[in-house]
Structure formats: structure tokens, C-alpha cells
């Protein structure tokens, strides 16, 4: 019975009573939830061990901050302090922008069904040219194109879009309204459309 009384609401009174014990109680509570999102931002570029130290700290300035009885529920609250703390360490160090183009192409794909073009890109390099859809030089053209015609919101919810996150998510991390989120994306998916069709028709 004191077991289900101790919940993230109850723990948090609990250290801001005093009981500094409990931060280390709440931290090893959550520390799979970072190990989580951790391996999902690690697709965009960043080391691992960097982006759970990362989170950890996400972690405890959700603990610091949560304000009980006027925030969301604490998984809630910490859940977005943890992504966004990841997000912001991918997006200082630079890493972000030098996730690989086949990550925006299979988005592509899956939003048009072409299942062809990313094996296309990702052909190894000593084959055919003619069998190759963009060779390294067209890749880097492209990438180069990506960063220029999408504006950073529009280039921060497709990185999210590619690791599985929803409008309503990326919202969140973005500190965005979900539609204003919805409609970046809805913009970089038409422009990297345009971007990717033109690179195959100028081959």
C-alpha cells in the first residue's frame, strides 16, 4: 500500500519537503526512458553516450522545474525535458547537419511509394555509374540544397519526422503549436519533393 502512494507526485513533495535522497530515486526511475529516446536521436548523428549524459541532465532539470499540481503529469513534463535537452545538444554541436541524405530520401519514399530510389543512393560506389541514381558529388549538391530552400523549422521537424516523431511531438521539443509543427513539415516534405526530383531529372 505506501508503494502506490509513492508516485512522481508524492516523491516530488517528498524532496521538496527535504528529502534530497529522492532525487537519485526518481532519476534511476526514468534513466530507461533516456536510454530510449537516446537511441532515437542517435539517428540523427549524435554520439550515444553523449546524448544519455544529455538527457540525464534533461532529467534532473525536470525534477528541479516540475511544479506539482500546475505542470502535466511528471512523465509528461519530464518526457519533454529530456527531448528537448537531446535536441538542443544535436542541433549546438552541428551534428544535425550531417545526418545522411538517404534518411530525407526515405521519407521521401514513404511518402511517395518509390521503393527503388533509396537502394538507388545507397548503391555501392563501384558500380555502374549509370546505374546509380545521385554519385557522392550529386549528394552533397543536394544536401547543400536541402540546408538553403528549407527554413530551420521546417529542417527541425523533418529531422524529427525522420526519427519517428509525430507533428504533436515535435511540437512539443519546438515549444510550437501542433499545427504551426504540421505545416512545417507539410512545407519540407513538398520542398524536398521538388529538390529530390529535380537532382534525378538534371542527372
Partial sequence: MQQKQDTDDA???RLRDGEESITDVIMNKYKDVVRYKAASM????ADREDLIQEGMIGLFKAIRDYDVGRDASFATFADLCISRQMYSA????GR????????YVSLYD???GEED???????PQDQDPEAVFLDQERQQELEKMIERELSPLEKQVLDLAIIGMTSAEAARILNRSEKSADNALQRARGKLRQLIEASRTSE
Wanted: glycine share 6%; no cysteine.
Fill in 11 to 13: 516523491l516530488i513533495l
Fill in 42 to 45: 542517435y539517428l540523427l548523428g
Fill in 90 to 93: 544535436v542541433e549546438a554541436s
Fill in 96 to 103: 544535425k547537419k550531417h545526418a545522411p541524405l538517404n534518411s
Fill in 110 to 112: 514513404q511518402e511517395n
Fill in 117 to 123: 530510389m533509396v537502394g538507388d543512393i545507397a548503391a
